[in-house]
């Protein structure tokens, strides 16, 4: 029997909790961002999958310049966003489904978004980030690290998480045909957490070649 979608009960929960998690939410990824940026023109566009409030990723991007598209499944999350950030465009969706045109951004951020849908959907959530990347573009996406599916408790509600391992994970990327630039565990407790950089090459055997150490990961 197909188990039911979580997607409804992962919209109420950051309908209920946005206020709390934009108080509490910390820049740690900055450097990161900054370093995925680097070499972006002013006037790019960049897709912020899963924005939540805007703050701080969003915000930052906007700030440099760029052509941000946010969008999220949770209403409480782009009413915060929409305050913070008013020429922020935003469209309520959810990434599985939602109609963006292909090749439409040069980068597109999936920060802690990825992990709240059900991991049987993560080929075709990764074909799709895929498609609306113009040739050339580049996705940072964060995973959870660990062959894990089921509901944690967060901020006093239960919340649906699920990932594959890590290889798996980078498989279904490749798969997509996005080509794995690096990928990187950022949790000192251990845990996972994984951030991933990629990009969608120009042509085959033409793309941007893979810089850095080859991903070294866990299986
Ligand atoms: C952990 S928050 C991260 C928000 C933001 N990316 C950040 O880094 O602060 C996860 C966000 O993903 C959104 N989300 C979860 N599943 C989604 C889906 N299938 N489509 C669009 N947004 C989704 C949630 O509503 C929530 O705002």
């Known amino acids: 029997m197909p188990r039911p979608d979580p997607a409804r009960s992962v919209a109420a929960a950051y309908d209920a909790l946005a206020p709390r998690y934009a108080r509490a939410r910390r820049f740690r990824e900055r450097g990161r961002l900054d370093a995925f940026l ?120 239960r919340l649906f998480f699920s990932g594959h391992a890590p290889r798996h994970a980078l498989r279904l990327l490749r798969g997509a045909g996005l080509e794995v630039v690096s990928c990187d565990e950022d949790d000192a407790s251990g845990r996972g957490h994984l951030v991933v950089l990629a990009v969608r090459p120009v042509a085959r055997g033409v793309g941007p070649r893979p810089v850095g150490r080859r991903p070294g990961l866990r299986g």
């Open 38 to 157: 680097e070499g972006l023109p002013r006037g790019a566009a960049v897709l912020d999958a899963g924005c939540g409030s805007g703050v701080p990723v969003a915000r930052h991007l906007v700030r440099r310049g760029l052509a941000v598209t946010g969008v999220d499944l949770s209403a409480g999350q782009l009413a915060l966003a929409a305050e913070r950030l008013p020429g922020l465009r935003t469209i309520r969706g959810d990434l599985r489904r939602v109609a963006l045109p292909a090749a439409g951004f040069q980068a597109i951020v999936a920060w802690d978004v990825a992990f709240h849908v059900p991991r049987a959907g993560h080929a075709a959530l990764f074909r799709r980030l895929a498609r609306w990347l113009a040739p050339g573009g580049r996705l940072v996406l964060t995973l959870g690290g660990s062959a894990f599916e089921g509901w944690l408790p967060m901020g006093g509600r």
